[in-house]
């Protein structure tokens, strides 16, 4: 069965750390570009972080940048969000996604969030005392 599936969700009280991951299972992640995404209640869901297929490119929200680092290991055919500093307005359930090739920017990956190829069911993630 082709999909991704993120771990590392939980609870964490603020100003606290994170590592979130999202492996592949039946298929190969080192073609596709890969994005992190959120989603609080009752809000949009939102681009958090992509990273291109070679890993050389990557893009964080303005809201992230400075905390969050994104990073890939096609070795474990897993791709990293590490979260520092994590705020409770952050809660939400985090998702990673899956883009084929190289066709787009991570910035229009990330904030378009169109033409995905495959998406995870999400880990949660609560910042709260």
């Known amino acids: 069965q082709l999909q991704l599936v993120e771990s590392g969700g939980g609870l964490v009280q603020p100003g606290g750390s994170l590592r979130l991951s999202c492996a592949a299972s039946?298929?190969?992640?080192?073609?596709?570009?890969i994005g992190w995404f959120r989603q609080a209640p009752g809000k949009e869901r939102e681009g958090v972080s992509c990273?291109?297929?070679?890993?050389?490119?990557?893009y964080y929200a303005d809201s992230v940048k400075g905390r969050f680092t994104i990073s890939r290991d096609n070795a474990k055919n897993t791709v990293y969000l590490q979260m520092d500093s994590l705020k409770p307005e952050e809660t939400a359930v985090y998702y990673c996604?899956?883009?084929?090739?190289?066709?787009?920017?991570?910035?229009?990956?990330?904030?378009?969030?169109?033409?995905?190829?495959?998406w995870g069911k999400g880990t949660l993630v609560t910042v709260s005392t």
């Open positions: 996604a899956a883009r084929w090739g190289s066709r787009t920017s991570t910035r229009h990956m990330c904030v378009i969030a169109d033409g995905m190829d495959y």
């Open positions: 039946g298929f190969t992640l080192d073609y596709y570009a």
């Open positions: 990273i291109s297929m070679s890993g050389s490119s990557t």
